[in-house]
């Protein structure tokens, strides 16, 4: 199980916006050159972002992007659904024909695991990731954390 540079890179761009409010709407070329991430790759994101309403777009003269609400109100696991990022720790993708059409003996603790990390995802809201000093270390390395079992 691991997590694709798609759900980091939307969590880590939210967060720069996040990060960054007083600026007004943010572009993503500026996003791109902070993050290092593809300015194409942000355009996809920020597409499936826009239309889960977890930002919306500003267009014309200083136009881009910003929140759609409050910090404090948009949670890590919202993020990561909205850019279909499935975290599973089952080898069957959750269809139960692990073994030859056959459960195996720990399919549930794997799907248990699961929804475990997803619903500790879904306590991280973009405000708490803020509160912390060192923002970006402290999420990765949570999320190793339960990761590396």
Known sequence: MRLTTKGRYAVTAMLDLALNPKQGPMSLAEISSRQGISLSYLEQLFSKLRRKSLVKSVRGPGG??????????????????????????????????????????????????????????????????????????????????????
């Open 64 to 149: 881009g992007y910003q929140l759609s609400r409050a910090s404090e109100e948009i949670f890590v696991a919202q993020i990561m659904d909205a850019v279909n990022e499935v975290i599973d720790a089952t080898g069957c993708k959750k269809t139960a024909n692990c073994q030859n059409g056959i459960t195996c003996l720990t399919h549930y603790l794997w799907c248990d695991l699961s929804d475990q990390i997803h619903e500790f995802l879904s306590q991280i809201s973009l405000g708490d990731l803020m509160d912390q000093n060192n923002v970006q270390q402290d999420i990765d390395e949570k999320l190793l954390k339960i990761l590396k079992f």
